[in-house]
């Protein structure tokens, strides 16, 4: 997994990118950006550190044969947002935006769990931070 030094790192897997960053209140956030620079899931909750938030986005990863999504009404009743959670029902990741149909909305949820099922094939090739193969 690579990651740049400093805020605002990023990690990645065939063309698509995590960006980790901050909110206003300092708490740290991923966002998955395909390969055509559009972001296409975030994680549902802020995390105290960049370390926490990395950790979150690579667990996600790691048990994408686990996680179970879907569709829902948007906030205030617009367009369709998506979300998806581990097994406990802990909600990792949501729809960066709302979508005007439903069906496009679900192919978003899919495009996503594609993409961070490769994410998942890249960690399994490196291994763990000094791990030797």
Known sequence: MKRSDGLGGATTAGGARCQIDTDPAGGFGWRLIAYNGRVVGVSADTFEDSAACARAFAEMCARVDKVAGGVQHGPGGDGWAWWLRLPDGTVVAASSRT???????????????????????????????????
């Open 99 to 133: 979508y005007e149909r439903y069906s496009t909305c679900r192919a978003a949820l899919g495009r996503f769990v594609g993409l961070i099922g490769q994410f998942a094939l890249v960690e399994d090739e490196l291994g763990e931070p000094g791990e030797t193969r």
